[in-house]
């Protein structure tokens, strides 16, 4: 293990090297409202006359600007610099842009649900900054999104789909990371996004696991968190701010945390030699930001069922003092039910969580400018001095960050620029890139030498219609089937027998349990099966009966195009099955 981790190092110091010598320098500097040309340098001042007007582009360094913005705001500006809101719809409402205009929030997130429209969404972003540099201290707001590439694209429209986080495990290249995070990064900062809450560095620890799946880049801890460690990289090369997740670890559980707060039975020492060990190798490296996760370790919290985002012990003496992790935390979705168990309410929830020591508090909906989380939260400012420093302490950390990335030559341009999104969306190269990196992480997990060209009659079959399309350009003489995801296994297995009948050969795809399940009446019939394993390889544990198997690891037409290439003969297949237990003697 020393030995690969040895080499693991070794590859993505020499990959990044020569990224940062390859990368077309296609970055330009972000616009700097407010800032006078040919101004001197005041860098060297640790602190600025309370007289002299500041704003953010006011030119002093950022740990020195951010303090003394700070110290000029009120109760609302601080407490409102803490805080990330989305909003529903392709159009923002009144609330949102009520909290922007009048409360100066400090962050917005993008959700899948405001994103059909890239035009749209461009336009809506350069709204809000437009509207943050009419403020007395013209604050950019962080601009946050899940980008993670795979099966997580929020960020829809016309941004490029790509095989996933598995599908670098597949590969064990930093390179491919790098290259991901570097993209897909690109084609944000075209958007006016300035935040990514990627890379996620959960492990696939829990086989059954779908709630991450596909989403990790697989089991093996450093492996885990040197493929991070280079998406984190890429996306910083494209001004993009990258945020692990979910720390501790999602990966361990099958419970979704949308839902109900998943308890988790692993002690500190299993978390140091597993699910932390990504979060310490990126913390090591700086890493600017991390989310803390909805999650309950009650062997590691003394008993105690509280999520890690509402902990304390979890963010400060672990995250922050053991592991010395001095960037930005911040909130997965409060919104989320298992945000609320321990508390009741989402106001305890957002407070909580302020105590804990996250400094930017996230939630998917707008709340109502009187919400009782805000009414309260000032109140505790005026009457608890702690609470009061530690929401001014947040708001330093939010803004001393925002100083550090958001100005200067690689920051993510305030205004997209909606004249070039056609260029810039999908980013230039990023096509080819993904449909190579695809290619390297298809995986052949069993070979049964199956003659695709003996003239015998192919049906391809599957619950995507890409994977069907895509089919049928290698082997337009087949027959297709496509089974729909809302109907029953009964239902599924029928059609698919009946497709199946005049078939010799089937090309099946299993993407979930229930395409799995369908997938058994065909055992025994005499078919000679090629199985695709899509998303999460796990459907495929009950299936190694088959002839053939290959597994690709997302839904992107990329990934569908190097499968059937591979079986056309194009080129031998030698991505590696991130997952020991699904792995097959060849």
């Given at each position: 293990m020393k030995k690969l981790y040895i080499i693991f190092i070794f590859l993505a110091a020499v990959v990044l090297c020569a990224c940062n010598k390859t990368i077309p320098e296609t970055v330009t500097p972000a616009p700097v409202p407010g800032k006078a040309e040919n101004q001197p340098s005041k860098g060297k001042l640790s602190s600025i006359p309370e007289e002299e007007d500041i704003d953010f582009w006011s030119d002093y360094p950022a740990e020195t600007l951010s303090k003394a913005l700070a110290d000029r705001m009120t109760n609302e500006e601080l407490l409102a610099q803490i805080l990330m809101f989305g909003w529903s719809g392709t159009v923002p409402g009144q609330e949102v842009k009520s909290w922007v205009?009048?409360?100066?929030?400090?962050?917005?997130?993008?959700?899948?649900?405001?994103?059909?429209?890239?035009?749209?969404?461009?336009?809506?972003?350069?709204f809000f900054q437009e509207e943050t540099q009419k403020t007395k201290f013209k604050i950019p707001l962080f601009v946050a999104t899940d980008q993670e590439g795979g099966w997580i694209r929020h960020v829809k429209g016309r941004t490029t789909e790509t095989p996933g986080n598995l599908a670098i495990g597949a590969t064990g290249l930093p390179y491919d990371a790098y290259y991901s995070g570097y993209y897909i990064g690109m084609e944000l900062r075209a958007l006016g996004i300035n935040m990514n809450f990627a890379p996620t560095?959960?492990?696939?620890?829990?086989?059954?696991?779908?709630?991450?799946?596909?989403?990790?880049?697989?089991?093996?801890?450093?492996?885990?968190g040197l493929l991070g460690l280079a998406f984190a990289q890429g996306q910083l090369k494209a001004g993009v701010i990258p945020t692990a997740k979910h720390y501790p670890g999602h990966g361990d559980t099958n419970i979704d945390s949308h839902g109900i707060l998943p308890v988790i039975d692993a002690d500190m020492e299993t978390l140091r030699n597993r699910e932390l060990v990504p979060f310490r190798i990126l913390s090591e490296n700086k890493i600017p930001a991390i989310m803390t996760g909805h999650l309950a370790f009650p062997k590691v919290t003394d008993g105690k069922e509280i999520p890690a985002s509402l902990s304390s012990k979890f963010i400060k003496t672990i995250l922050e003092d053991e592991l010395n992790f001095d960037g930005l935390v911040i909130?997965?979705?409060?919104?989320?039910?298992?945000?609320?168990?321990?508390?009741?309410s989402l106001s305890e929830s957002f407070i909580e969580a302020i105590k804990a020591g996250n400094h930017i508090i996230l939630s998917s909906t707008t709340p109502l400018l009187q919400d009782r989380f805000w009414t309260k939260s000032l109140n505790l400012m005026e009457s608890d001095g702690d609470f009061f420093s530690t929401?001014?302490?947040?708001?330093?950390?939010?803004?001393?960050t925002k100083l550090t990335y958001l100005k200067g030559e690689n920051a993510v341009p305030l205004y997209p620029d909606i004249s070039s999104l056609d260029e810039k969306v999908p980013a230039q190269g990023a096509e080819d890139f993904f449909l190579e990196q695809a290619a390297r992480a298809t995986t052949l997990v069993k070979s049964g030498n199956i003659n695709l060209n003996s003239g015998?009659?192919?049906?391809?079959?599957?619950?995507?219609?890409?994977?069907?399309?895509?089919?049928?350009?290698?082997?337009?003489?087949?027959?297709?089937?496509?089974l729909s995801q809302?109907?029953?296994?009964?239902?599924?297995?029928?059609i698919l027998s009946n497709a199946a009948a005049d078939s010799e050969i089937v090309i099946y795809c299993v993407h979930s349990y229930n395409s799995g399940k369908t997938a058994e009446i065909l055992k025994n019939t005499g078919k000679e099966l090629i199985l695709v394993s899509s998303l999460a390889p796990v459907f495929i544990e009950n299936l190694l009966w088959a002839e053939e198997i290959y597994a690709v690891y997302s839904y992107s037409p990329s990934s569908y195009r190097a499968l059937f290439a591979a079986l056309s003969g194009d080129f031998i297949p030698e991505g590696k099955m991130p997952l020991k237990a699904l792995r097959q003697e060849n």
């Open positions: 205009i009048d409360r100066k929030l400090g962050s917005i997130k993008i959700f899948g649900w405001n994103t059909d429209n890239t035009y749209a969404l461009a336009e809506n972003i350069k560095v959960d492990l696939y620890t829990d086989l059954h696991s779908t709630v991450i799946g596909p989403r990790s880049f697989g089991e093996n801890p450093r492996e885990a909130t997965d979705d409060m919104m989320m039910n298992g945000a609320i168990a321990t508390t009741g929401v001014k302490n947040a708001a330093i950390k939010v803004l001393e015998k009659k192919i049906l391809i079959a599957g619950g995507y219609r890409a994977f069907l399309s895509e089919g049928t350009k290698r082997f337009p003489q087949a027959e297709t089937c496509y809302s109907n029953s296994i009964r239902e599924n297995q029928r």
